[in-house]
C-alpha cells in the first residue's frame, strides 16, 4: 500500500473519533465518549495488555523512525 492510502486511513480513523465525541458531547448523555469506552475496555487485564501493545507499537511505528 502507498503512504497516502495509509494516511487517508488513519485520518478517517481519526476523523470517526472525532465524530463519536461529538455525538457524544451533542447528545446529551444518550452515547458514552471516547474516556467512557476506554475505561469500561480497560478493566480487565488483558484488554489493558492489548490498549498497552497496541500504544506501544504504534509509537514505535509513528514516532519512533
Do not use: K, N, Y
Request: one cysteine or more; aromatic letters at 14%.
Amino acid at each position: 500500500m502507498s503512504r497516502q492510502v495509509l494516511l487517508g486511513c488513519w485520518a478517517a480513523i481519526a476523523l470517526g473519533f472525532l465524530a463519536s465525541e461529538a455525538a457524544a458531547v451533542l447528545g446529551g448523555g444518550r452515547v458514552g465518549g471516547l474516556l467512557d469506552f476506554m475505561g469500561r475496555l480497560t478493566r480487565r487485564d488483558p484488554a489493558l495488555l492489548a490498549v498497552f501493545v497496541g500504544w506501544m507499537w504504534m509509537g514505535w511505528h509513528f514516532f519512533a523512525r
